[in-house]
Every structure is written in C-alpha cells, then in structure tokens.
C-alpha cells in the first residue's frame, strides 16, 4: 500500500485565495483525521471522519476552514480565503479501527502551506 | 489543563547516553497510549505503544503511572539517529475518541 496520500506538498499562495488540500487515505482504512502543525501550537487536530461521516469539527479554527469526504478514498480540506496565520504544515492522517485503542494512525507527508 | 503536556526541550544528549523524559495526560479515562517520533520536516510516525506493565523494545522503554497521569520514554544508548521530536499520544475517550498530541519533547544527540 501507498500509504495516506496528500496533495500538493506545498502550496504557496495569496491572501485572500482559495486553497484546497487532498489526502487520500489508506485503502480499508475507516477514519479519517486533519491536523495542522505550527511550531506555536504544535499539533493540533482541525475535523475527523468515521464512515465518511464528519464526527468532530470542534477543531476547525473558522468558517473560512471546510472539509469534505465524499467517499472512503478521498478528503479535502478547504480554506477559503487563506490569510498568513493559515500558514502551517497540515497532516492528513487515517486508522482502520474507531474506538482508538491500540491503533496505529498512519500520516501522509503532509501539505506545507505559505500565504503571503 | 493541556490535555497533553510536555517539556519541549530541547534534550542535548552526548552519544551513548541516557535520555529520559515524561509526558502529563489530565483525562484520568484515557486507556490508550502512545509515542511517535517526528523527524525534521516529516511526518509523525509510530515508535511505540506504551502498556500498563510497561514494555521495551530494544534500546527505547515506555512507562505508564495511571496514579500521576504521566507516561514516559527512556533512550539507552543514544545514537545519532534518535535525533528527533517524541510525541506523546494519548486517547481522549469523550463520545467520539479521539487521539490528542503533545507538543512533542525534541531530542538532539550531540556526537
């Protein structure tokens, strides 16, 4: 296996632009996880999917942040408009088995963001 | 309270030494635990699951104190290759389970 698939690598843009970011998750696997990572705040969790259902959003800083799972192969995570402060890297993340005990979560490489 | 608490660091840790440090968990509920090492510029990895006995693999042993809230990890031997950040994982197990992060404790093995 591929293992969780994110697109781009890296994405700079412009304040005030729409970007979107993709992750393709491990094939079986039946959750789904969004994070970003800076160095202020370290690792923080923004949506998570179960089923392709979203179960926590809590962590989705605005509404400017949405995320989707249309099917069990595919999220994206949308900013829209993007501002410096969005700048971070953000972590796509998948596990096979809800409740989490004793499951490895398995992370993309990640998207590096720049707005400026 | 941080739901997951850790010195950042960074750990300066001559080769061949030992290095230890611990992580604070406040959710009393929590029943799984982890450590995942993160390079620079990569991706958050699995090291290991940390048990209620405790266990060992090869020169890394993780700890669990359900009584103080706190698990830790302990590097024997260190190798230039450890250098990395150690994020303590831990479940928050409200309605939908979920894995929270510390910020990570940063080691650098020094030659």
């Known amino acids: 296996d591929a293992g969780v698939i994110q697109s781009p690598r890296h994405e700079v843009t412009e304040m005030g632009q729409e970007v979107t970011l993709r992750c393709k998750p491990i094939s079986g696997h039946n959750s789904l996880f969004w994070y970003r990572q800076t160095m202020m705040r370290g690792l923080e969790l923004l949506i998570y999917?179960?089923?392709?259902?979203?179960?926590?959003d809590s962590g989705m800083p605005e509404d400017r942040f949405s995320a989707k799972m249309p099917n069990a192969s595919f999220s994206t995570l949308k900013i829209q408009p993007s501002e410096p402060r969005d700048s971070a890297v953000y972590f796509c993340?998948?596990?096979?088995?809800?409740?989490?005990?004793?499951?490895?979560?398995?992370f993309g490489q990640g998207t590096r963001l720049t707005v400026v | 309270r941080k739901e997951v608490e850790q010195d950042p660091g960074p750990f300066n840790v001559p080769e061949g030494a030992t290095v230890a440090f611990n992580c604070t968990y406040s959710?009393?509920?929590?029943?799984?635990f982890f450590w995942y090492r993160q390079d620079c510029r990569k991706e958050p990895k699995l090291l290991m699951s940390v048990y209620s006995s405790g266990n060992e693999d090869g020169r890394f042993t993780a700890q669990l104190n359900r009584a103080s809230q706190y698990i830790s990890l302990l590097i024997r031997d260190s190798k230039l290759s450890d250098s990395a950040t150690y994020l303590c994982?831990?479940?928050?197990?409200?309605?939908?389970?979920?894995?929270?992060f510390g910020k990570g404790n940063q080691v650098v093995v020094i030659p």
């Open positions: 999917f179960n089923n392709n259902v979203p179960i926590d």
């Open positions: 993340a998948s596990t096979g088995i809800l409740p989490l005990r004793n499951t490895e979560a398995f």
């Open positions: 994982v831990v479940n928050i197990p409200y309605g939908n389970n979920r894995l929270a």
């Open positions: 959710n009393s509920a929590s029943q799984s």
